[in-house]
């Protein structure tokens, strides 16, 4: 039976493989956040997803979720808005991917996970990269050694501070300057602009 996941602490990484075996990064999910909602229109999961850390999920049968949506107009309001994060999301990963250099690549990502931390009352500020930077890397679209360079040149321009997994964003105006033609096209396009937030 097919199940969607609500997070509950930790973190989620979903990914698929590609025809020639590959792993492919397609999200990172964080508490809160609802994995497997692409089974609602498929009924099938076409994303395996594994713990990045110690974490808690839920897991609720399709049969019993679509039921509490019927049951629940306060749930379907809650489920829009996750679907419409989850767009917005998608729509800035395909941005990044297809067009964007490294720099901007990177700005988005930080200010993504920063958007969705505070969106759930979460520092947005100062929070934990779960995620190694292979993942980061292979969700990007770059080299580990390119998203490792990145992070370096932002601390060493004080936009941020990196300990390890521990970021800190410390000019949050200058992040999102780097980051500007994604957020303009992602603004243009009816998404958020990114805020002091997932």
Do not use: W
């Amino acid at each position: 039976m097919k199940n969607v996941r609500v997070v509950r602490s930790g973190s989620i990484k979903s990914y698929q493989i590609s025809p020639d075996g590959e792993e492919v990064v397609s999200g990172f999910f964080l508490p809160g956040e609802v994995i497997g909602l692409d089974a609602l229109a498929t009924e099938t999961h076409p994303s395996f997803a594994v713990a990045l850390e110690d974490s808690q999920t839920c897991d609720i049968p399709l049969p019993d979720f679509l039921k509490m949506l019927r049951d629940s107009p306060k749930l379907n309001e809650v489920m829009i808005r996750l679907l419409s994060e989850e767009m917005v999301e998608t729509r800035e990963l395909l941005l990044v991917v297809g067009r964007l250099d490294a720099q901007t690549r990177v700005a988005l990502f930080l200010l993504s996970l920063s958007r969705r931390l505070a969106r759930r009352r979460q520092n947005p500020d100062q929070f934990k990269l779960s995620m190694d930077r292979r993942d980061i890397a292979n969700y990007l679209g770059i080299t580990i050694e390119t998203v490792s360079r990145t992070l370096s040149k932002f601390q060493r321009n004080d936009i941020i501070e990196v300990h390890g997994k521990q970021i800190r964003i410390l000019n949050r105006q200058a992040l999102e300057s780097i980051a500007m033609p994604g957020l303009n096209a992602s603004t243009q396009t009816g998404g958020e602009s990114s805020q002091s937030t997932g």
